[in-house]
């Protein structure tokens, strides 16, 4: 069974960091294309990052150049360097599994983790 | 980038109803289309991918459809269940974008 459990959100001040990881079960990370995915509080779903199997990445221009996705193949898990945090990221964050023959398609979620950027 | 817009934003409905939500990308997706529902507090949940195909698990009073630019989301007799916002999101490039949402109430 596939499981998706973030973790790592927070309070935090405006431009500073975070880290955010994903313990991903049932599947293979390195394997798999998976996605970051936010939810600001009360707005629509905004796709932030992806990092294919062949380890490829892409950004949303919104966090082009301050959030880096990588993954940690020894213990399974995707990960999200968030710096220079602004007002703006607060968000619930999402870790989210594609579609094996449908990448983009986002199959499997996590419960999501809350950044909270505020002085 | 790819906008994504999507009708109506909210709707209500009662238990029984047919509702249709309709999705337009700005430009050609070719049928990389897909569906989410979601409930409050909760993560979305996949319903459709490439416009019609149904996630397993997920009831067939959902469907989805496509006319030219417009693509379409139809629950046939509403449930209890069913209320929820629903978006629509764009699967053909990077960045992957998704509509605004819709929310269906009761009525």
């Known amino acids: 069974e596939v499981n998706l459990v973030e973790s790592g959100g927070g309070l935090v001040q405006p431009g500073g960091s975070l880290r955010l990881s994903c313990s991903a079960s049932?599947?293979?990370?390195?394997?798999?294309?998976m996605s970051w995915v936010r939810q600001a509080p009360g707005k629509g779903l905004e796709w932030v990052s992806v990092?294919?199997?062949?380890?490829?990445?892409f950004y949303s221009d919104s966090v082009k150049g301050r959030f880096t996705i990588s993954r940690d193949n020894s213990k399974n898990t995707l990960d999200l360097q968030i710096n220079s945090l602004r007002v703006e990221d607060t968000a619930v964050y999402y870790c989210t599994r594609d579609a094996v023959t449908f990448g983009g398609v986002f199959e499997y979620w996590g419960q999501g983790t809350l950044i909270s950027v505020s002085s | 980038d790819i906008q994504m817009t999507q009708s109506p934003s909210s709707l209500s409905a009662s238990v029984g109803d047919s509702v249709t939500i309709t999705c337009r990308a700005s430009?050609?997706?070719?049928?990389?289309l897909a569906w989410y529902q979601q409930k409050p507090g909760k993560a979305p949940k996949l319903l459709l991918y490439a416009t019609s195909r149904l996630e397993s698990g997920v009831p067939s009073r959902f469907s989805g459809s496509r006319s030219g630019a417009d693509y379409t989301l139809t629950i046939s007799s509403l449930q209890p269940e069913d209320f929820a916002t629903y978006y629509c999101?764009?699967?053909?490039?990077?960045?992957?974008?998704f509509g605004p949402g819709t929310k269906v109430d009761i009525k």
């Open positions: 990092i294919y199997s062949g380890g490829s990445t």
């Open positions: 430009e050609d997706i070719s049928n990389s």
């Open positions: 999101q764009q699967y053909y490039t990077p960045p992957f974008t």
């Open positions: 049932g599947f293979t990370v390195s394997d798999s294309y």
